[in-house]
């Protein structure tokens, strides 16, 4: 299965090119991107805008800035990026539920926001900084944020947790005084089966003035 | 009689009853805690399923050559075969499994399945064309207590009324599935359960039922299960695709992840049933109610399902007249699974509305109509006590007004109540508490902690008899290789649990203090463990701390063994709780949008071991009474038979926007001396009953059915 | 979700060329919020997927002449964040009515104008038209959600828009980009009630990209939108109602009343209009125009609420605006 795993830098694992025929895929060869555009977008991907090329159904050589750390991997353009997350990077913190943009359970931070990887392919995240649950804390210190989840006995079974806290440290990170509106605002993209809500609000209502 | 496994009096609890963070609370907020799901082992591959598109029809055909071409494809098992009838749009054919989860989808799309299809029905609140379908037999026709026609013509007033709820789904956020690991003779399975224990037998017997496998004993199976993404009822089996699953890793000789896909999940993995009546209700000029009446009827697919156990609550046998009809409707739906408080959510919809609609009609108060009646139940003073409470948590006396908000404005303020009962008798469980000579204890056995709070409750006993902290602790439970303990259901566990740890704990203590005793020079007898250290009463300058007192056992450890029941264990545990609750709602009239201002809740379960966490299983049961007074429902379509919302989208649940306030007060004190009584079914059963309650009073007219949406209370107001 | 090629040009030229017809079937990829969901249910299943996440020009919101110019890709995160929207007091309700903090920062302006219907027999592989064996399934099935005007068939989704009607009503266009260069079209002619299963619900080419949209200046006008949903937050409007009003001396003069969610596109009532044209902008006037806005509705078997939903929504819309 050495296809579905990451690796570590060149010579392992099979590398995926261009499909053949690449050249008659090539639209616009050689076109200079502008100087905004250089600043969005990672070296990987400048390489590929700048050759307007086609990639892909076959895997695909991606890169990806998690917590920090980058991870090659090859993935087909089709897949999500919680799946590469989970799959292929055992990054298995954030959760597949839905699969359709509305429980909130895949929640990661992609550039500073709170973004459902379900629906974002992971080709797509390619140059952007991606946060996860796995890097918000130390061996030593939990975030704030699950600090509070722990005191306001915020889960049950769960499952819908690091998503919740995901979003959660989203809204400390962007409002140290929220409302409790504000939170419940910050919240409604994720949904609980067990019925956690009442400890969720205050556990993020508390972290974020204590973040701030 | 005392025994001296009885739990400590109330003076001597440190831990018993107090709030405590959850201990698996760090693990599962860092994303750390490993579920089934997330379980990615050497080689993985990953299966899907293929199932059913028609709701009825048998299999003709069944065709894999194109997906056996697929890349990736490993292998597939399958589950139901050419000549075999579907039930149910959903129903498992086959699962096929391949190198990854993109392959395994493109493998499973690839299979072509041929059927005949045969006339089905999915329809249940239309009992008339249910009938017309020849899809209807009566299930029940009982009649009890006085003679029925004396008792409605002693009644002063009658109400006569259609009440009612639909089919939800479980919609566990961590699907059902496993990921199975078949190396050797040996099968170990993650499986994401709520019976540990009981998986390897059922597994055993599913594979054995394949002569090209033969016979595999109960004890290859190997169940792994450390935490689990939700069940409420409907994980207690390993299902056809955990058969599947085992029979692929087999047959590839690698492990195989199986979790069923969010749509499965709703149509096939869950399910509560409906249930719809003409209910008739009697009473006296002062509110006594003298009878009951009910033609109820429901489905829960195929099978049909029980019939609700009504009148609720209030069932006197020798002093209310009662006559209950019901009738199975037969769908081709997924089949029905246990949902928290099996048929009482419904029993109380069926009971607790039509009883405030005639509080109404009798121009009573219901607090005062539900107390009045409150000798006709099996707890009167219980609940005469929780109604008390309930409503001055809620505010009964200054926000209730008779029927129908006179306020102006389009949004409606009502109050509304509703009280309920479940048994939460102990399941049998085993444990073994094992003290190592380095002060290190151990809780073992095979359970398993569903997001209940069964990590910290165990750690909670085993200190409390230890005199230690909860992180002096060590539970291992999610295995089942350890102690055999019961399936998590119907509120059993913290019962049979916390008992057989208790009594394991005390006679490991024993064996300590015996070894303890010589070497201080005391009589065992004389020997306390408390605040971290081992003393004799008479003389507490004796003493040794718990780490010296295990040092003593050289190399030893010490296994104390307990066990539920126990004839000789003390009275540790009962069954048989009464809990009220009161909805405070707001409607807006031209909207017929229903939100919750509060929801109070009492609630006794004897002695309260983990107060937080027992907080925590009442909130969840309001939130999920919330989503099914209000939003949730599974909508099936009759031309194709199929579920039209199997998602998260237009199946609907509450966000955290929508719960309003919630106040939850445990009863504790009261009622301790009955011992430790389960948490899981009773508080899951009133909030639907309370809610609509709550809405009547507000708009002044019933709402005859839930989920209480905008076009049916905006319907309920036209018909007024 | 079926595998196909990718790619992310870096202008409009490229991206429609992409999309040619020789390609085979393609899907553009702006957000990814609704189209994910549809590969996902092989609603969609496009051999090639054209992203537009590299083309720097579709990004932006800023003033441009008196009006606003909004980048095709900008999301729902920055149009609620931007100055330069302030005025559209309709446009930015609106906006708050798609609340999930994760599909403001993903989802764009224009692919909200342009996801594809939310009817469940549409989702659940029926069809746009949802039919099955040729039998329309709204009609006689499960349709509490569906159009109450628009609806005479073969069509009875409604426009799952949120921004729609707010545009429609502030008189915005937009840019639409293909091979042969740029065309500019009102939001509301995006829209059509497909007549037969060969038709989209919107009238893009499958090689032409909306590349901004134009909202003239909003000043003289009172605009307010106002959406009828069940679920406090994260939930689909059942109706919607947005409304620009002209006022002279206290009284209506000019008026646009769009309604969303309530036809298979965003519907422009005149009779709403004409029902305000003099009138003060307030509840009672407002209760006029939504049962003038509803006099020509013709529910199905379930969603008779949906009228009364409807004219609701204008009621406290032009409430809101007056």
């Known amino acids: 299965m050495s296809s579905n795993k990451p690796h570590d830098g060149p010579g392992e694992g099979p590398r995926y090119g261009p499909r053949k025929g690449f050249s008659r895929r090539t639209f616009i060869e050689g076109v200079g991107i502008g100087a905004g555009a250089v600043g969005a977008l990672g070296a990987a991907d400048q390489a590929r805008a700048a050759t307007n090329e086609v990639v892909g159904p076959d895997p695909v050589s991606i890169t990806l800035s998690i917590n920090g750390k980058t991870h090659k991997l090859d993935v087909e353009p089709r897949v999500t990026l919680i799946d590469a997350l989970r799959n292929m990077l055992d990054h298995t913190g954030a959760k597949k539920v839905c699969d359709r943009a509305t429980c909130g359970a895949c929640t990661v931070i992609v550039d500073g926001s709170p973004v459902y990887s379900c629906t974002m392919l992971a080709i797509e995240a390619e140059g952007r900084r991606i946060e996860t649950i796995e890097g918000i804390s130390s061996d030593d210190a939990m975030h704030p944020v699950q600090v509070q989840f722990v005191e306001h006995d915020a889960q049950q079974c769960g499952f819908c947790t690091p998503g919740l806290v995901m979003a959660g440290k989203a809204i400390a990170d962007r409002n140290p005084r929220p409302s409790m509106a504000d939170v419940e605002s910050g919240l409604c993209g994720n949904i609980c089966r067990c019925g956690t809500y009442v400890g969720v609000r205050k556990a993020v209502y508390e972290a974020a003035r204590e973040s701030a | ?720 | 979700m079926q595998n196909f090629e990718y790619i992310a040009p870096i202008n409009t030229l490229s991206a429609a060329q992409a999309l040619s017809p020789d390609a085979g079937v393609t899907a553009v990829l702006a957000g990814g919020t609704d189209l994910l969901s549809l590969l996902k249910q092989h609603v969609e299943t496009p051999t090639r997927v054209v992203s537009l996440r590299n083309i720097s020009a579709l990004r932006g919101i800023s003033k441009r002449g008196g009006g606003l110019r909004i980048g095709a890709m900008a999301t729902v995160e920055d149009l609620l964040g931007s100055k330069a929207a302030a005025p559209y007091e309709s446009l930015l309700q609106a906006a708050r009515g798609i609340t999930a903090p994760q599909v403001r920062a993903m989802g764009t302006v224009a692919g909200d104008l342009l996801q594809r219907p939310r009817c469940w027999y549409f989702r659940n592989g029926y069809g746009l038209l949802a039919k099955s064996e040729g039998k329309a399934l709204v009609p006689s099935g499960e349709n509490r959600y569906h159009a109450i005007l628009g609806n005479k068939g073969p069509a009875y989704f409604v426009n799952a828009s949120s921004l729609a009607p707010a545009l429609i009503s502030l008189g915005a266009t937009v840019s639409v980009a293909g091979p042969e260069g740029e065309r500019e079209m009102s939001v509301a002619d995006l829209y059509r009630i497909p007549s037969s299963d060969a038709e989209r619900e919107n009238t893009l080419a499958p090689n032409e990209i909306v590349t901004e949209i134009n909202v003239p200046s909003a000043s003289g006008w009172s605009t307010a939108t106002y959406e009828v949903r069940q679920r406090q937050l994260l939930d689909w409007p059942l109706a919607t109602a947005s409304v620009a009003l002209r006022m002279r001396g206290g009284k209506v003069s000019d008026a646009r009343v769009v309604l969303g969610h309530v036809a298979p596109i965003p519907w422009r009532s005149s009779e709403a209009e004409t029902a305000l044209k003099g009138k003060a902008a307030n509840e009672s006037s407002g209760v006029e125009a939504g049962k003038a806005a509803m006099a020509a509705a013709t529910p199905l078997s379930q969603n008779k609420a949906k009228v009364q939903l409807a004219t609701v929504a204008v009621k406290r819309a032009v409430g809101m605006a007056g």
């Open chain 2, 1 to 720: 009689m005392a025994t001296k496994y009885d739990w400590p009096a109330a003076e001597d609890r440190s831990l018993i009853g107090k709030r405590h963070n959850r201990v698996d609370g760090p693990e599962k907020a860092r994303g750390d805690a490993k579920y089934s799901y997330d379980r990615n082992l050497d080689g993985m591959l990953v299966a899907r399923l293929v199932t059913s598109e028609v709701p009825h029809g048998r299999i003709i055909g069944i065709d894999t050559s194109a997906a056996e071409k697929v890349k990736g494809y490993k292998g597939h098992v399958n589950i139901q075969n050419v000549g075999d009838e579907i039930q149910w749009a959903g129903s498992e054919i086959l699962a096929i499994c391949a190198d990854t989860e993109e392959h395994a989808r493109d493998a499973a799309a690839a299979v072509n399945v041929h059927f005949e299809t045969l006339p089905h029905w999915v329809k249940d609140e239309d009992v008339k064309k249910a009938g017309e379908a020849n899809r209807v037999k009566p299930a029940k026709d009982d009649t009890k207590g006085p003679d029925l026609d004396e008792a409605w013509k002693s009644a002063d007033a009658t109400v006569e009324g259609y009440y009612g709820l639909g089919i939800i789904t479980h919609c566990c956020l961590e699907p059902h599935g496993q990921v199975v690991d078949w190396t050797g003779d040996e099968i170990t399975v993650y499986a994401s359960t709520q019976a540990v224990a009981r998986i390897p037998a059922d597994l055993a017997k599913g594979l054995s039922r394949d002569e090209s496998i033969g016979t595999v004993a109960a004890e290859s199976v190997h169940v792994i299960t450390p935490y689990m993404g939700g069940g409420f009822g409907s994980k207690f089996n390993i299902d056809t695709w955990g058969i599947a699953c085992a029979k692929l890793s087999k047959k590839t000789g690698k492990p195989v992840k199986l979790m069923l896909d969010r749509d499965e999940e709703l149509k096939v993995a869950g399910g509560r049933p409906s249930d719809y009546g003409n209910i008739k209700i009697g009473a006296k000029k002062d509110g006594t109610l003298v009878a009951y009446e009910s033609e109820t009827w429901s489905t829960g697919g195929i099978a049909g399902r029980g019939s609700p156990p009504v009148p609720y609550v209030y069932n006197n046998e020798e002093r209310l007249a009662q006559k209950a009809r019901h009738l199975n409707v037969s769908t081709n739906i997924g089949p029905a699974r246990a949902w928290r408080a099996p048929n009482h959510p419904q029993a109380a919809v069926l009971t607790m509305c039509p009883m405030e609609d005639l509080a109404a009609e009798l121009d009573m108060d219901p607090v005062e109509f539900f107390k009045k009646n409150a000798d006709l139940t099996a707890r009167p003073e219980v609940y005469r006590y929780e109604i008390d409470k309930c409503a001055e948590m809620i505010g009964w006396k200054d926000k209730w007004h008779k029927r129908g908000d006179s306020g102006d404005g389009p949004v409606k303020r009502g109050l509304g109540l509703s009280l309920h009962t479940w048994g939460g008798r102990p399941h049998d469980s085993t444990c073994e508490v094992r003290i190592q000579p380095d002060g290190g204890v151990s809780v073992n056995m095979a359970s398993q902690d569903l997001g209940v709070g069964t990590y910290t409750t165990l750690s909670v006993i085993a200190a409390e008899t230890f005199g230690l902290q909860i992180p002096d602790i060590t539970v291992n439970i999610g295995s089942s290789r350890l102690p055999i303990s019961g399936a998590s259901g119907g509120s059993t566990t913290v019962g049979g649990t916390t008992a057989s740890t208790r009594r394991a704990a005390v006679n490991a203590l024993d064996e300590l203090k015996s070894v303890v005793a010589e070497s201080l020079g005391v009589e065992a007898d004389d020997l306390a463990a408390k605040d971290g250290k081992i003393f004799a009463k008479s003389d507490t300058s004796k003493s040794l701390s718990w780490n010296d007192a295990c040092k003593k056992l050289g190399n030893r450890t010490i296994t104390g063994h307990g066990k539920q029941p126990d004839r000789n264990g003390g009275k540790l545990n009962d069954s048989g709780v009464g809990g009220v609750q009161m909805a405070d709602v707001s409607v807006d009239v031209e909207t017929g949008i229903v939100s919750i201002n509060k929801i109070a809740a009492v609630q006794d379960v004897g002695l309260v071991i983990c107060l937080e966490q027992c907080e925590s299983q009442v909130y969840g049961s309001l939130i999920q009474g919330v989503a099914w007074a209000l939003y949730e429902e599974s909508i099936y379509d009759q031309t194709t038979g199929t579920m039209l919302n199997p998602d998260m989208e237009f199946y609907k649940l509450p966000g955290a926007a929508d719960i309003g306030e919630l106040e939850v007060h445990m009863v504790q004190g009261k009622y301790d001396d009955r011992g430790v009584i389960g948490i899981g079914e009773p508080p899951a059963i009133s909030p639907g009953a309370a809610i609509s309650n709550a809405v009547a009073n507000a708009i002044g007219v019933r709402v005859p059915t839930l989920p209480l949406t905008p076009d049916r209370v905006l319907a309920a107001l036209e018909n007024a």
